[in-house]
C-alpha cells in the first residue's frame, strides 16, 4: 500500500508538526481587575473566582487616598488584564504586585513615581 518512503515523509510530518505544537507558546491566563475598592485594595476574577487583592509594600497617606484611587482607575479601568506576583496573604487577603498586562507596569511602583504613596515593606 504505502512504500516506505511515504511512511517515513507521513512520519516526518508529523514529528514536525508535535514539534511546532509543542514549542509554540501557549497564551497566558491572566487576571482581570473587578472594583478597585481602595488605593491598596482590588478585587480581582480568575477563572470563576473573585478575590481580595492588596497592593504589597504600599502606604497610602489618607490626604493622598482619592487621587490615588483616581490614579488607579485611569491605569487600570475596569476588566483590565494583570498579572499578579503574589507576596504572601494576610487574613485572607492576598497580597501581590499588580502589574499591567498592556504597559508592564507596577503599580504600587506608579503610585510611588505619581507622588502618591510610599513603599514599606513589614518584614515578619
Do not use: H
Not at 491598596?40 to 504589597?56: A, H, K, P
Not at 497617606?61 to 482607575?73: L, M, T
Amino acid at each position: 500500500m504505502w512504500s516506505i518512503s511515504l511512511k517515513v515523509r507521513f512520519i516526518e510530518f508529523i514529528f514536525t508538526f508535535l514539534i511546532l505544537f509543542l514549542i509554540t507558546p501557549l497564551p497566558s491566563f491572566s487576571a482581570e481587575v473587578l472594583q478597585v475598592r481602595s488605593s491598596s485594595l482590588l478585587q480581582i476574577g480568575d477563572n470563576n473566582r473573585t478575590y481580595t487583592v492588596q497592593l504589597s509594600c504600599l502606604e497610602v497617606s489618607p490626604k493622598d487616598e482619592e487621587a490615588a484611587i483616581a490614579w488607579i482607575k485611569k491605569e487600570l479601568p475596569r476588566r483590565s488584564r494583570v498579572n499578579l506576583k503574589p507576596e504572601g496573604s494576610q487574613d485572607g487577603v492576598l497580597l501581590a504586585r499588580v502589574i499591567t498586562l498592556d504597559s508592564k507596569q507596577d503599580l504600587t511602583e506608579g503610585l510611588v513615581s505619581a507622588g502618591l504613596a510610599k513603599t514599606e515593606c513589614i518584614q515578619n
